[in-house]
């Protein structure tokens, strides 16, 4: 799923000043799940905005809201229809597609992003999240035997680990990660397909999918 | 003293520990300041940062989070996520320039009586400097 | 229906000087959805219970504020008194002003005391009821491991008309029994208590053994464990009320711990008891036996134990020197001092080392070197045979199982962390336990104690009225729940697990029986979808939001 972090609580403030009355949404799908913008965070960055404001005698009213999707229509428009025209500005805690889905149903108001969007990833354990996938629109996973050089080797090779690798499997930039190289080679020893590493790849076309992303699925 | 705040201290006492120290402190008449409150939690893994947080956006001065000693939760691992929760409450708070050590975790037994008498004094010196 | 809460105010006797009931009541009875406030002198009295009685019976309140003495001491006597009277006690909110307040502080403490009320007050009226039940349970037990304490643990549960299923991964029942000499202080020999035990299984009608089986997995909670076994390549799925692990220990000499690799010269106590049954087939009778122990293990009962039977039976048997290198005697098991005493007079020679003796191999015999504490002095040995300490492990296959299960194990890898609240057999899982060896006990006697402690554990779990529960006291709400799996995975009780709750949607769902009420997945969830009954965020910030009023 999407992984988000939250951004520092002085660059929020920064991007609210000047606003009296703010409405704070969270999303209840990714963000939740990576524990970025559910409706508990939306309760301490929340808490954390009044205290502040509160602290330097400024006036702020914070409303909280969640949403279950922040990036369907009908959702948004469902849990904040009423909420929305009474403040100054929104602050989305959603992803990307999130708040530019709000900002284009409440075109007037400003919507501003709590949180930076980072990757495609899942949970090493629960906390703790992990970038899997780099959408590149191009998929390869079957011969790298599920594991992603694109996204988990840092120079993104495709064809075998560069030589720099570490004792211990670990990656000749970053010593904390494993080389992933060597983690596909053992995926694919167990699986009997060796032979898969002697082919030689040409460099990917990472121009698979035309930015900005659009896909039209055929009728169910 | 935060603006518009109170002089209160307001901790979190696990059920198991720190709430049965705060009863044997009075048992004992060992006295301790009284701008303190007590809330009893089930384990100090009850308590989460939202809790934390507010407890001063309702104009507390200092927040203790009181639990087992590690080795010791009757829930394994309750009083250890405490002490990331109160680490991370650290952190808001710095964020908004209150005081870091406004909010602490303790670790004792429950016939830990002057310990906790002495949490409280501690947290009551504490919330004085600004 | 709207609130109307009632407030009971204790002065214990009149003794708590430093508070001003009539003001604190003054002060309550303003409040709109207050019924009444009512001061008593000892509400834990036959006087004070009547007073209770008589107003809930009167006027019609849903929730009851007390204000008294600690809730450690009265809390579960009011909420008996008002099951009594029909109130639900989950509507029961106690303010402690005796032991928290009155005497802990100098000088008067109404104001305190009229705080901590209405913290009680703003929890009241957000309280719900909470019914009780009683979850059906499975009456059969599982005991995983058929060696001396599974066996006995299914014995004894049959005696209480509980029917088990001994699991045991060898093909044959007994375990150590089958090995051990003899057991010091017991007339009976291991191999008799091995055929008159094994006998009585087979004559049990309540005990069924299942060989050459394992665990494969198991899923489930207290009352409710479907376990899968694996027997001979193939599985099959069983449902238990409790499990019981007598999974027993082994013992291992560790080669790092001597210079020398274990030879024909430096023998396990295993090999060494082998020799002693049958002596006459020894090509030569070593002269000089000598026995290290407490060499580098923490955990040294067992290999004492072990040391001093067999110092004693070389003496009987061989007639051989002995000498036993220790750097302690770890003599707290039933029956060891005497053995010592006796080893002692029959001759057997103590020496005691601080550092490790250093051992060398000398043409066939082995040189043992050590300074010997008490004679201040380097002491040369040269021995026939060295008999060597053994570490005492859990045995293999632990780990799997342990982590699997989310069982705790302690340093040494034995069944259960050297958590206090665990002690003597239980695990954080409830309905799981751990009796013998595997627990790290190595004795007969503290086995025997474990399963009768056990025992009286799960006799409880399945007999009426012991899976009693406070039904959905902490609950996930199926709408808010994002599956993100955090709470079932963060459980220190495992007591949450996914289940297609309502709708076709697969949501975290708690399970009463083995929940343990710690919170922590409350606090936990990233959707606020659990609600925890007493301990909720609403009604805990309703407590701060009095604070300071």
């Keep these: ?220 | 003293m935060i603006m518009g705040g109170n002089n209160k201290i307001i901790a979190f006492c696990c059920a198991e520990s720190a709430y049965r120290a705060a009863d044997r402190a009075g048992r004992l008449r060992i006295h301790y300041p009284d701008n303190v409150r007590v809330i009893r939690v089930p384990c100090a893994g009850r308590v989460s940062v939202l809790h934390i947080l507010k407890a001063f956006e309702k104009g507390a001065a200092g927040v203790l989070v009181m639990g087992c000693q590690e080795g010791a939760c009757r829930h394994l691992t309750g009083n250890i996520r405490a002490k990331e929760r109160v680490k991370y409450a650290e952190d808001l708070l710095k964020e908004v320039g209150i005081n870091g050590q406004r909010v602490k975790m303790v670790n004792f037994g429950p016939d830990m009586a002057q310990r906790f008498a002495r949490e409280i004094e501690e947290m009551v010196e504490k919330i004085k400097e600004e | 229906m709207p609130v109307k809460i009632g407030i009971f105010l204790c002065d214990c006797g009149g003794s708590l000087r430093n508070i001003d009931f009539p003001k604190i009541r003054g002060n309550l009875a303003k409040l709109e959805d207050i019924a009444f406030v009512e001061i008593s002198h000892n509400l834990c009295l036959e006087e004070g219970e009547k007073a209770i009685a008589s107003r809930i019976l009167r006027e019609k309140v849903n929730g009851v504020v007390i204000a008294a003495c600690s809730p450690e001491l009265c809390e579960d006597k009011f909420i008996r008194l008002l099951e009594g009277l029909g109130l639900n006690p989950n509507l029961l909110s106690l303010a402690n002003i005796r032991e928290q307040c009155s005497w802990a502080h100098e000088g008067d403490v109404t104001e305190k005391a009229l705080e901590l009320i209405r913290m009680a007050v703003n929890k009241a009226r957000l309280l719900q009821a909470v019914e009780r039940g009683e979850v059906p349970v499975n009456k059969e037990v599982l005991v995983v491991g058929g060696g001396f304490s599974g066996m006995k643990s299914a014995l004894e549960l049959s005696q209480f008309g509980i029917r088990t299923t001994i699991m045991e991964r060898e093909s044959t029942l007994g375990g150590k029994l089958k090995e051990l000499e003899g057991f010091y202080g017991l007339e009976t020999s291991p191999k008799e208590m091995f055929s008159s035990m094994t006998r009585a299984i087979e004559e049990d009608k309540n005990i069924e053994v299942l060989t050459s089986a394992e665990v494969a997995r198991v899923q489930g909670e207290a009352g409710d464990f479907t376990v899968k076994i694996r027997k001979g390549g193939k599985e099959s799925s069983r449902s238990f009320g409790a499990i019981i692990f007598a999974t027993g220990y082994r013992t291992e000499i560790l080669p790092q711990d001597f210079e020398l690799k274990p030879g024909v010269n430096i023998i396990s106590q295993q090999k060494l008891v082998e020799m002693l049954q049958a002596p006459e087939r020894l090509e030569r009778r070593p002269e000089t036996i000598a026995f290290v122990v407490d060499f580098s293990d923490e955990n040294s009962r067992l290999p004492t134990l072990s040391t001093l039977n067999n110092a004693l039976a070389v003496k009987e048997k061989l007639g051989s020197e002995v000498y036993v290198f220790c750097k302690n005697l770890k003599v707290d098991s039933e029956g060891a001092e005497k053995l010592y005493r006796e080893a002692r007079e029959r001759g057997v020679v103590f020496l005691k080392f601080e550092e490790k003796p250093r051992i060398h191999g000398e043409d066939s015999r082995v040189k043992v070197e050590a300074r010997d504490v008490l004679l201040g002095e380097e002491v040369t040995l040269l021995c026939d045979l060295l008999v060597a300490e053994e570490k005492a492990l859990p045995p293999e296959g632990t780990k799997t199982l342990s982590s699997m299960l989310n069982l705790e194990t302690d340093t040494q890898g034995f069944y259960q962390d050297e958590n206090v609240h665990l002690y003597p057999v239980a695990s954080g899982r409830k309905g799981m336990f751990f009796v013998g060896a595997c627990r790290g006990n190595l004795d007969l006697s503290r086995a025997l104690t474990d399963i009768s402690s056990a025992l009286v554990s799960v006799y409880e779990l399945l007999s009426p009225g012991g899976a009693m529960v406070e039904v959905e006291k902490v609950k996930a709400d199926s709408q808010k729940c994002r599956t993100c799996l955090t709470c079932i995975r963060i459980c220190p009780h495992k007591a949450i697990r996914l289940a297609r709750v309502d709708s076709e949607k697969w949501v975290a769902k708690i399970y009463d029986l083995a929940c343990d009420g710690c919170g922590i997945c409350t606090a936990i969830c990233p959707a606020k979808a659990i609600k925890f009954e007493g301990y909720s965020d609403e009604q805990i910030l309703a407590q701060v939001e009095a604070i300071g009023e």
């Design chain 1, 1 to 220: 799923m999407i992984i988000a972090e939250r951004k520092p609580l002085e660059e929020i403030r920064n991007m609210l000043a000047g606003y009296k009355k703010i409405l704070v949404v969270g999303c209840g799908t990714c963000v939740t799940i990576c524990w970025a913008g559910g409706e508990k965070e939306v309760g301490i960055l929340s808490s954390q905005l009044r205290l502040a404001s509160s602290k330097d005698g400024n006036e702020l009213s914070v409303m909280e809201a969640v949403v279950e999707r922040q990036c369907e229509k009908e959702m948004v428009l469902e849990e904040l229809g009423d909420k929305a025209p009474g403040v100054e500005a929104i602050l989305s805690l959603g992803c990307g597609a999130g708040v530019q889905m709000m900002a284009e149903l409440f075109e007037e108001k400003p919507v501003l992003p709590a949180l930076n969007t980072t990757f495609i990833g899942m949970p090493e354990k629960e906390g703790l999240w992990v970038e899997m996938c780099g959408a590149c629109g191009d998929c390869f996973l079957d011969r790298t035997g599920g594991i992603c050089p694109v996204v988990r080797c840092a120079k993104g090779l495709l064809n075998g680990p560069c030589g720099g690798t570490r004792k211990g499997g670990k990656c000749e930039i970053d010593p904390d990660k494993d080389c992933a190289w060597v983690l596909i080679y053992h995926r694919l020893e167990k699986q009997g397909r060796l032979n898969l590493m002697r082919k030689y790849y040409e460099p990917k076309n990472y121009r698979a999918v035309k930015r900005p992303g659009k896909v039209q699925a055929m009728q169910a």
